[in-house]
């Protein structure tokens, strides 16, 4: 049992209007504008047309439900690892542990990240590594699947990096230079809420409240409502909006990362999931710079009278850190299976 507290004071209102950028668009002017004013008022936007095609996605998403439709004792066979690799168990995340009475997220996950064979240098790096795959007897095609997925989604946030680029008044490649997303941190999470209802007076959410940690995220779901943002997080009481579901696109927000490069003039948002007693599917993908990307004020977002307000950091320690305080010891499940 997690400490008992009282969660903050908070009111919900209607559904947040966001604004959706078209990545086919020939007018890339209009894209950065549309993609600027959501970055300054809420931190997410919607993105369409972005050359994954809705049967693949569909493909994504049974492939997810089969997985999660296992026998928990399958799932356990492939426990996420040190290096968040693999299957992560209802309650193993605590995001707000202010207003989490009741230990973690009601939610189960499985994570995918840039594979690396374990005899290569590149695996030492903590985000690095050969990945952990249900059998191939009895999920066949799953991995393959999820391969494809990973590629295909890493040119999106690439597209999506190139507006946020202009949107700073940078060239358009400057994310794409191989300390950042040349070598990027990519992880695909899947993610299932087992339909438990959420009541935040109680301390009972889907997944916390929580910002994210790297540069962006793009999140698929279901057409099951759940997501919920609050644009002023010192806001006493806290405004949640609830952020609709839009078949064919992702849902973006920016993260802590990109919040430290843009001197706070972008949001990285405070944002949760509440449960309403459906099951709900979706999947998120992380995109970050490289291990040794050192997150530093930008040129752009600072001046003589706004100094940067946020430390250099690399990529590697912040992600580390963050990490180690939202996920359980594995050492838990250790003494469980004893």
Request: charged letters at 25%; hydrophobic letters at 35%; proline letters at 7%.
């Amino acid at each position: 049992m997690g400490k008992q507290s009282t969660p903050s004071p908070e009111a919900t209102t209607k559904f947040s209007a966001l604004n959706c950028i078209n990545l086919s668009n020939p007018d890339i002017n209009q894209s950065v504008k549309l993609l600027k004013q959501a970055c300054l008022d809420s931190g997410f936007f919607y993105v369409v047309n972005h050359g994954i095609s809705q049967e693949f996605m569909d493909e994504v998403f049974e492939q997810s439900k089969r997985f999660f439709t296992l026998p928990l004792k399958e799932k356990m066979k492939i426990l996420r690892n040190e290096k968040h690799r693999g299957y992560t168990p209802v309650l193993d995340e605590l995001l707000d542990p202010e207003n989490q009475v009741h230990v973690g997220d009601y939610k189960e996950g499985y994570y995918i990240g840039v594979e690396v064979a374990e005899d290569d240098p590149e695996s030492q790096k903590p985000f690095y590594g050969p990945n952990k795959w249900p059998a191939p007897d009895i999920l066949p095609g799953w991995r393959e699947t999820m391969e494809k997925f990973h590629r295909e989604a890493l040119e999106v946030g690439k597209a999506v990096a190139k507006v946020i680029a202009l949107a700073l008044d940078l060239d358009a490649n400057f994310f794409h230079q191989p300390e950042m997303l040349g070598e990027a941190i990519a992880t695909l999470r899947l993610l299932h809420y087992e339909g438990q209802i959420s009541d935040p007076s109680k301390g009972l959410y889907g997944a916390g409240a929580h910002t994210d940690f790297g540069l962006i995220t793009l999140l698929a779901t279901d057409d099951v409502s759940g997501l919920q943002i609050c644009k002023d997080r010192d806001a006493k009481p806290q405004i949640w909006e609830d952020v609709a579901p839009l078949k064919g696109a992702f849902i973006v927000n920016l993260g802590d990362m990109l919040e430290r490069w843009s001197n706070g003039v972008f949001k990285s948002t405070l944002h949760r999931v509440l449960g309403n007693g459906q099951e709900r599917y979706s999947i998120a993908y992380f995109l970050e710079p490289s291990h040794d990307c050192l997150v530093e004020c930008l040129p752009t977002c600072k001046s003589d009278s706004n100094p940067p307000k946020f430390p250099p950091i690399l990529c590697r320690d912040y992600l580390s850190q963050r990490y180690n305080d939202t996920h359980a010891d594995l050492n838990v499940y250790k003494k469980q299976q004893a």
